[in-house]
């Protein structure tokens, strides 16, 4: 492996005399972050090791290492070490002192010398892969991000392990509704650790956090700068996606609107909108949101086509949300799904009503509207979109469990 390095002196020296007893070449040594970002550019790099400090740990390495694709290894010694690299965006960090131990802990020098064991993973595999659900919508604010959190928590409260993530890279939004700090992406660092192979249940167990429900939804928060949107790679994102359904029964993906190809993706580069587009062809199911008014179910109908020429017609879900007589007259939901027949052939439409009071209250409590909300119309018809999505044995079994201590 060709390996860059950007660590204090004694360190680099002694990685570099053992990196061709661990099968590495140390192909570039910078004394700084801003020195090496410079030369990642310059050279053919496949990893970086960098010490977690704010001299050798820049802003500008990392933009640069994920706008080039560069694995970062980075190696904390203390407690403000850490905390500077949160600052930075990055949680997967290694304790230090930097070792080439560290890129594979069952890794051994080619003289014999042994190695550490491997962590216990503490989220088990499951026997079956987890369902991919992406929830996508056009431009005007349909209410994506509300419909991803109100499905999650009723997935989870169903009795199944779920988790939140959130691949938006023009405007992230799941942490401030859910009241999380957003300051270190679990997005970018499941990425970061998908982009090293280093993906597993320990790991997700540290950056999937807990939101503070009963229903205990794990969120993987967005990107807090939209300018950070290198770090969501689509080989990664997609790696991401795939190692989270091996811990996971529901994955709910909230993606951007946008589902533009620029030039640049198709000469190799960097893709803003790679993110979206690879959760979407990765999912099992892709929830299509409309908002219920003219210039809503309009511009859903004109983007659903270039939904259709990226995923199978038989994995959308068409959702309508805010259905409100107050801007479709009577029969608001009929009115909807006779437009959308005729005008897009969409016979199966799954109708959210608009209850503002409720969707109010999710976000002035920062929980879902199915908890906030429980007795809310909008509440029932996303239990049974969830339901419809997921007929989960343990989801059945739940539900029975709570019938009985209803009577």
Known sequence: MRVALALPLEDERR???????????????????????????????????????PAHLTASLVEAA??????????????????HARRLGILDV????????????????RDGAGAPDAEPTLLGAREQPGLVIAVWGPHGAPGRTSIAIALAAALAASGLRVVLADADTHAASVAPALGLLDEAPG???????????????????????????????????????????????????????????AHFAVVVVDVAASL?????????????????????????????IAAADAV???????????????????????????????????????????????FGGITDTVLIPWDPAAFDAALLAARAL??????????AAVRELAQRLVPHPEAARARRRRGRRIA
């Not at 694995?71 to 010694?77: G, H, I, P, Y």
């Not at 908890?371 to 909008?378: D, N, V, Y």
Request: charged residues 25%; glycine residues 12%; negative net charge.
């Open 15 to 53: 990685l570099t005399g053992s990196a061709e007893h661990y099968g590495h070449t140390v192909v570039a040594a910078r004394s700084g972050g801003d020195e090496l970002a410079v030369s990642l550019g310059q050279q053919q790099v496949d990893l970086a090791v960098v010490a977690a400090t």
């Open 66 to 83: 994920d706008l080039l694709g560069v694995r970062m290894l980075v190696v904390a010694d203390d407690a403000d070490a850490r905390r």
């Open 94 to 109: 290694a304790d230090g002192p930097p070792e080439w131990t560290l890129l594979d802990p069952t890794a051994a020098p």
């Open 187 to 245: 997005f970018a660092a499941a990425c970061r650790l998908a982009g090293i192979g280093g993906l597993d249940g320990v790991q997700f167990e540290r950056i999937a956090v807990p939101h503070r429900s009963a229903t205990g939804v794990r969120v993987l928060s967005g990107i807090g700068r939209a300018s950070r949107w290198p770090e969501l790679g689509e080989e990664r994102v997609a790696a991401v996606l795939e190692a989270a359904r």
């Open 260 to 288: 533009e190809q620029h030039d640049e993706a198709a000469e190799g580069g960097p893709h803003r909108n790679a993110a979206g587009l690879a959760a979407l062809r990765a999912a099992d199911r892709v929830l299509a």
């Open 296 to 342: 809503g179910i309009a511009r859903f109908l004109r983007a659903r086509d270039e939904l259709g020429e990226l995923v199978d017609a038989d994995r959308i879900v068409t959702v309508v949300n805010k259905v409100r007589s107050s801007v479709l007259g009577l029969d608001p939901g009929g009115q909807v799904r006779q437009t959308l027949g005729r």
């Open 370 to 379: 199915t908890e906030a909300a429980p007795r809310s119309a909008a509440t």
